[in-house]
């Protein structure tokens, strides 16, 4: 009896790791040897894991990753990719996240510029650090949404506090004037306290004029470019065909 109570006071106290742990000890042989001092350190270190375990799935929920199972683990560093595994290894000590520093990952369609980036924010995440993917085109939606709503303040705050932000498809489409004062808005908020990876079909050197030149050019790609890490994606056949296990001529091929 006495230990039912115990149990549901630590349910009543959130405790569910420690509780699940005790349970599953009071069923288990084995424990009987340990010190008291051991045992109490067992228990606490679950409970400890499992709020670190619940820590880390909201983080990947609020990531809104499109491929979740991207990992620097299963990046494919071929020599026609233009990679450098010494480079990709080193930004995955997330070293660049503490120095508020960014990345840009430029290359053509289907080279795997989104699966880079994401897998980037997936080793983010399991060090402990807030991650959020969104393509740009969404993102400029957002904030029209956000000033219809009169969420727009709202939105640069939590956008602002993002440790890793991951803009996909930049330089997709033409983007309005307003549009462009949007993301000089999200670039300002996270200045200097945020990381940012930006993919993009277009090299940077081609950034300038594709935002109209001028003062807004100016002001955007120095919050973006002058500290950024920039990585350059080759591949002659797209990586999204080789997933889906085609051959050039559509036909199936074992992996």
């Known amino acids: 009896m006495l230990i039912e109570q115990t149990l549901e006071k630590l349910t009543l106290m959130r ?34 894991m499992y709020r670190e375990n619940r820590k880390m799935s909201a983080r990947f929920r609020n990531a809104k990753f499109k491929e979740r199972n991207a990992c620097i683990e299963n990046i494919k560093f071929r ?36 699966y880079l980036g994401q897998a980037f924010g997936n080793g983010a995440i399991r060090s402990g650090f807030s991650v959020h993917y969104i393509r740009v085109p969404k993102l400029c939606f957002a ?25 996909d498809d930049f330089g997709l489409a033409p983007l309005t004037e307003a549009e462009k004062q949007d993301l000089i808005e999200v670039a300002e908020e996270r200045y200097g306290v945020g990381s940012t990876i930006i993919t993009s079909q277009l090299p940077t050197g081609t950034w300038h ?5 001028g003062r807004i050019a100016d002001a955007l790609l120095d919050r973006w470019l002058h500290n950024a890490h920039r990585l350059e994606v080759k ?19 074992k992996k």
């Open 15 to 48: 405790l569910h790791g420690m509780r699940k742990s005790i349970e599953e000890k009071i069923n288990k042989v084995g424990h009987e040897e340990l010190s008291f001092a051991d045992l109490f350190g067992l228990i606490v270190d679950e409970e400890w």
């Open 79 to 114: 020599a026609d990719r233009g990679i450098k595994k010494a480079q990709i290894l080193d930004l995955a000590q997330n070293r660049f996240i503490s120095a508020h520093q960014n990345i840009t990952i430029t290359g053509p369609s289907g080279a795997g510029k989104s």
């Open 143 to 167: 904030f029209v949404e956000a000033k219809a709503e009169g969420t727009y303040g709202d939105l640069l705050k939590r956008l602002g506090k993002i440790n890793v932000l991951i803009l």
């Open 209 to 213: 004029e594709y935002l109209g030149g």
């Open 235 to 253: 591949s002659i056949d797209s990586l999204r065909k080789e997933m889906s296990g085609l051959t050039d001529a559509g036909q199936s091929e």
